[in-house]
């Protein structure tokens, strides 16, 4: 069982920065994929970026690309999101997830935090 917590989240101006962090606790925590999904209202959850156990591997959303950067850190049971170069369609709740296989898909993912707002003013 994994519990997740985000937090991070706010109001910004477009061209802003945020950065979002994933406080993960349980039994297993520190043996999971963690992952950041999004959904904007009206639209169906999607994924941002996922990291590896270790940190070594990551990947992307193409539309977040080189604006947001994913990494953890196992020694805290955190994982954060740095997203630079903010849009206005970057707008949305965005979700911590950890799974025991990477994905990029929503439905692999068992273990959800509450999610957090951002939302990007153009």
């Known amino acids: 069982q994994v519990q997740l917590v985000e937090s991070g989240g706010g109001l910004v101006q477009a061209g802003g920065s945020l950065r979002l962090s994933c406080a993960a606790s349980?039994?297993?925590?520190?043996?999971?994929?963690m992952g950041w999904f999004r959904q904007a209202p009206g639209k169906e959850r999607e994924f941002v970026a996922a990291?590896?156990?270790?940190?070594?591997?990551?990947t992307y959303a193409d539309n977040v690309k080189g604006r947001f950067t994913i990494s953890r850190d196992n020694a805290k049971n955190t994982m954060s999101l740095q997203m630079n170069s903010l849009k206005a369609e970057d707008t949305a709740v965005y979700y911590c997830a950890a799974d025991y296989e990477f994905s990029t898909t929503v439905g692999s993912y068992d273990y959800w935090g509450q999610g957090t707002q951002v939302t990007v003013a153009s």
């Open positions: 990291i590896g156990r270790t940190g070594r591997i990551t």
């Open positions: 349980g039994r297993s925590s520190g043996n999971v994929v």
